[in-house]
């Protein structure tokens, strides 16, 4: 276990540490402001670690875990047995499942309605632990929606859902990815369009 470090006599006063800060902030800002002025504006846009969305994007590690999917058969047919397994695991309780049963005769039953509320969903996988069946996964490589003009949209529902798994396996992650960002952009610049979200 890494042990407290103990502050010195200079830091407990906080002042020093306060002016520290001040002098480290304003000597950026003089340092980027000679730039802008010298017309040396590439400079000053290395040094952020903050980036441009939606118009520049980073790329996500292979384990990110993004938005769901639900995975499907090869003839389509969705995979998930709503079991609720899932559901129980689910710390944030924002799936919501409506049973129903199925047409064959070897599957007891099948997701009527299937919904995620992302608003309340922490992204921690748990659901996907869950699942004996690998029917539902967070590989799309998709981070949380940022801002659809109506918040009922923040609910995924089981079209949506398998939606993106056609659209990945069709396509692959970088076009769904840039999908999203096309429409990140496009929301950015007409807020009062309507836009399919996915
Ligand atoms: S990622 Fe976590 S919070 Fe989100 S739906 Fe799955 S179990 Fe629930
Ligand atoms: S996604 Fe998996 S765990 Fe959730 S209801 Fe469907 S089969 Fe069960």
């Not at 407990?12 to 001040?22: M, N, Q, S, T």
């Not at 340092?31 to 790329?59: M, S, V, W």
């Not at 129903?100 to 608003?119: C, Q, V």
């Amino acid at each position: 276990m890494k042990r407290r470090e103990e502050m010195t006599f200079w830091e407990r006063l906080y002042v020093v540490e306060a002016f520290k800060g001040i002098v480290l902030t304003f000597s950026r800002l003089v340092r980027n402001l000679i730039l802008y002025l010298f017309g040396h504006e590439k400079k000053i846009a290395a040094t952020p670690a903050t980036i441009q969305y939606p118009n520049e994007r980073r790329d996500y590690p292979e384990r990110f875990r993004g938005r769901h999917r639900l995975t499907l058969y090869d003839n389509g047919d969705i995979k998930c047995t709503a079991c609720f397994l899932c559901a129980t695991a689910c710390p944030a309780r924002c799936i919501y499942i409506e049973p129903a049963e199925h047409n064959n005769p070897d599957i007891e039953k099948f997701p009527h309605r299937y919904e995620i509320d992302t608003l309340l969903c922490i992204y921690c996988g748990y659901c996907v632990e869950a699942c004996p069946v690998d029917a539902i996964r967070m590989d799309t490589g998709l981070h949380p929606e940022v801002y659809p003009p109506d918040p009922r949209l923040f609910i995924e529902d089981k079209e949506t859902l398998m939606q993106r798994s056609r659209l990945l396996e069709d396509n692959g992650s970088k076009t769904l990815y840039d999908m999203h960002m096309k429409k990140m952009q496009h929301v950015e610049t007409h807020p009062n369009d309507e836009v399919k979200y996915g």
